[in-house]
């Protein structure tokens, strides 16, 4: 491709919304071109590198079996009623109404969909099993799209489904997907682990995700050097944490006014906040409201919330809701003498022999509490934030905190969606069951982002080999200048010979100066370099550099063909 006939443009104009380098990357580049928030346009040259990940995806996805088809973007909502996710999926779900007034939405993921597709098809256990996966575009009605292709409304992502007759066969395609991510994500060059994950809106039990590794990551993930265990934060466990000593002796209450918080409270009253109970009530769309129990120095993990009360959008009840409820202003509650609530007690919490808490009454504490004696008990679940330094809940090392940008989910669905639309087959006994499924996500666009916040340096992208829109970049210097015309010839020469050995090689033959050719071929990051000038050429050389280093290597012109498909080819 000649760069003066080509749709590349760059700029140095950043929007202000460009948090992440990903992002100011990709609008400088002129990849990416915003048409609302979270929609964007993707311009020739991004397009290649998803096309790039499209194709390395597909052929790994070929691997593990998996077979490619393609679903609509717009669905019908009576297939989401029959899964109840026309309710459950909230406000992500962008729903329309066609001329006829039927509601459809769009899709944001496609399990009813094919579940439909499925249970017309299929009636047997020879038939199964098999895992169907299309790259679509999806619409979710993000609350709050951000850092570009990273967390868009619209994107494209691969999506795929197994259906199984047992267990042990989606077992077996849930591990061959999990080698073939593992393969895609290491034919992109990128830095990743799979962590243990939440089932979030998809459902199902067991789940896995895929993080490339960066500080701008929206996921936070604990990991234990010793022994591997890996979790998102919203799933993670740790062992027991190790407790504070605590007081003994009979319940009292002290007064502590104007003490609003806890590191207030245990300042004011020497005491550390591990030893304190943290009181809090939520509400949510069932207009319930509990009381949560925690340790005075953790916080609550809201995913985990949501999944013990089986509720979506947990949220803190309002001052005046806690005040009706304990007769006392927030940051004065707690447990002894509360009736009439339902209680969550973390372990963490359950785990303090003695503890201090607010006395539901203003400026006032009660110290030695105890559970039973002066607290009831309520229900111990688990909803603690597991954070860095906590213990393994495998082997109890010290576990560490990361950064990560989701890039793939897996999941074990089970029988949710094929029990809900009567998705069966007739096993070998002849007995109607539903079909056992799995489902298994990667985001196009949030990869190809990921690999250029893991990949880059103050001055552009620095592209890995196999995701980059090319592979090699010609830069020809002073073209319109006195003896120009050997430097396009020798340019020419070499732009065929890549051309003709298949290499996708990009030809800068723009009427620039060397410094802004030079600094957009930082900026757009091509992998090899080679640049074709007076002076060298002159010496009877061409300059090759590798954009990672930009280390300048001198080649004869004869041998520099030969020496840019080497390195084009990894
Ligand atoms: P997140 O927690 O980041 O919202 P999710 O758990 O909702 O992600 P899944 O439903 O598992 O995501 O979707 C599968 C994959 O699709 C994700 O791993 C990610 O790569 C991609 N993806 C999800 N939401 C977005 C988005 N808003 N923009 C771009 N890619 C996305
Ligand atoms: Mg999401």
Redesign the pocket.
């Known amino acids: 491709m000649r760069w003066s006939q080509y749709y590349l443009f760059t700029t140095r104009e950043v929007p202000s919304d460009a948090e992440v380098v990903s992002h100011r990357l990709m609008v400088r580049t002129g990849m990416l071109k915003k048409q609302a928030a979270?929609v964007y346009s993707i311009l020739p040259y991004g397009l290649r590198a998803m096309r790039k990940l499209e194709a390395i995806v597909r052929r790994e996805l070929d691997v593990a079996g998996a077979i490619e088809l393609t679903m609509p973007t717009i669905q019908p909502a009576e297939l989401w009623q029959e899964s109840t996710r026309w309710k459950a999926y909230g406000k992500e779900l962008l729903r329309v109404e066609d001329r006829h007034g039927r509601s459809f939405c769009y899709a944001p993921?496609a399990e009813e969909v094919i579940t439909d597709i499925v249970r017309h098809d299929v009636r047997s256990y020879k038939q199964l099993p098999f895992n169907l996966y299309q790259i679509q575009t999806k619409f979710?009605d993000?609350i709050r799209?951000r850092f570009g292709?990273?967390?868009?409304?619209e994107?494209v992502?691969k999506d795929a489904y197994s259906f199984h007759a047992d267990a042990a066969s989606l077992d077996d395609t849930y591990e061959a997907t999990r080698e073939a991510y593992c393969r895609i994500f290491e034919a992109c060059g990128l830095d990743y682990t799979m962590v243990e994950a939440d089932t979030?809106?998809?459902g199902g039990s067991d789940s896995h995700?895929f993080m490339v590794l960066a500080q701008t990551g929206?996921?936070e993930i604990v990991s234990c050097p010793s022994c591997g265990y890996a979790a998102n934060t919203e799933k993670a466990t740790t062992a027991e944490l190790p407790r504070p000593v605590g007081t003994e002796g009979p319940l009292e209450k002290v007064s502590t006014p104007d003490q609003k918080t806890i590191a207030d409270v245990a300042a004011f009253l020497e005491r550390e906040p591990a030893e304190f109970v943290k009181f809090l009530f939520y509400t949510s769309e069932t207009e319930e409201v509990v009381a949560v129990a925690i340790r005075g120095d953790r916080e609550v993990n809201m995913i985990k919330l949501a999944n013990a009360l089986d509720v979506q959008h947990p949220q803190l009840a309002s001052d005046e809701q806690v005040q009706e409820l304990t007769g006392a202003p927030v940051g004065f509650v707690g447990p002894v003498g509360l009736e009439g609530v339902r209680l969550l007690v973390d372990p963490s919490a359950a785990a303090l022999g003695s503890f201090v808490c607010g006395a539901n009454e203003v400026d006032a504490h009660y110290v030695n509490a105890q559970w039973g004696r002066d607290a009831t008990e309520g229900e111990v679940v688990d909803v603690l934030l597991a954070d860095a330094g906590d213990p393994c809940p495998i082997c109890g090392e010290t576990m560490q905190k990361t950064r990560g940008i989701?890039?793939?989910?897996i999941f074990k669905l089970g029988t949710k969606y094929s029990e809900a639309l009567g998705c069966n087959f007739l096993d070998a006994e002849g007995n109607d069951e539903p079909m056992i499924m799995g489902c298994y996500?990667?985001?196009i666009?949030?990869?190809v982002a990921a690999a250029i916040e893991q990949n880059h340096d103050d001055d552009g992208i620095i592209w890995p080999l196999p995701l980059a829109p090319f592979r090699v970049l010609l830069i020809g210097l002073g073209l319109s200048q006195k003896g120009g015309e050997e430097v396009a010839a020798a340019a020419e020469e070499l732009y065929g010979q890549l051309r003709a050995a298949g290499v996708e090689v990009l030809y800068d033959d723009r009427d620039e100066r060397p410094g802004p050719k030079f600094k957009d071929a930082d900026l757009v990051g091509v992998p090899v370099r080679a640049v074709i000038g007076k002076k060298g050429l002159a010496n009877g050389e061409i300059e090759i550099s590798l954009r990672r280093d930009r280390e300048k290597h001198f080649v004869p012109v004869a041998d520099a063909a030969a020496r840019l498909i080497e390195l084009a080819r990894g």
Do not use: K, V, Y
């Not at 989701?406 to 989910?409: A, L, P, Q, R, V």
């Open positions: 979270g993921t979710r993000e799209p292709l990273m967390r868009g409304r994107f992502m979030g809106n998809i995700e929206e996921s989701e890039t793939g989910h996500g990667l985001g666009g949030r990869t």
